[in-house]
């Protein structure tokens, strides 16, 4: 019992901390993002590299994605 006091001290500390380094990022136009935007995004940049292994010799670094035109 002694110890579960000092446990949610700490606890709570963090979660102040977490709290204030959250506003911070929004304050500066950062926004958590969620696992689906974010699985979209590697699924991306897979099929962009997969593009470019096959046969994209000398790449510019333009994006390589053949539906580039159609995310926007």
């Given at each position: ?9 700490v606890l709570l500390g963090f ?13 500066r136009g950062s926004r958590n ?13 897979r099929r962009d590299l997969r ?22």
């Amino acid at each position: 019992m002694i110890l579960l006091v000092p446990a949610a001290l700490v606890l709570l500390g963090f979660l102040a901390y977490s709290v204030l380094i959250d506003r911070r990022a929004r304050h500066r136009g950062s926004r958590n993002r969620d696992s689906r935007s974010m699985e979209i995004d590697a699924r991306e940049v897979r099929r962009d590299l997969r593009a470019w292994k096959r046969g994209a010799v000398g790449n510019s670094g333009e994006d390589l994605s053949w539906m580039s035109h159609r995310r926007r």
